[in-house]
């Protein structure tokens, strides 16, 4: 299972992608890396967010974002 935030709230999505990581999932931003919220702030938005539950579906979501 994959979800994926295109911009959002930074308190939000760090909130959220905690919760996730706790539960096993994998958080990453648009580029695959880690999402690291706090490093990746623009004025309290995060350009985007992809929660996981395994690195091959992170891959393919991946792919289908930088087709645009």
Same mark, same amino acid.
């Given at each position: $299972?994959?979800?994926? +935030?295109?911009?959002?709230?930074? &308190? ?5 992608? !905690?919760?996730? =990581?706790? $539960?096993? $999932?994998?958080?990453?931003? !648009? ?6 919220? !706090? ?5 309290? =938005? &995060? /350009?985007?967010? &992809? ?5 091959? +579906?992170?891959?393919? +979501?991946? /792919?289908? &974002?930088?087709?645009?």
């Amino acid at each position: $299972a994959g979800f994926v +935030i295109a911009k959002g709230n930074l &308190i939000d999505s760090a909130a959220f992608a !905690f919760i996730c =990581r706790e $539960a096993g $999932a994998i958080a990453s931003n !648009f580029n695959g890396d880690n999402f690291e919220p !706090f490093n990746q702030v623009n004025n309290m =938005r &995060i /350009e985007g967010i &992809i929660i996981t539950t395994t690195s091959e +579906i992170q891959q393919a +979501i991946l /792919e289908k &974002i930088n087709q645009f």
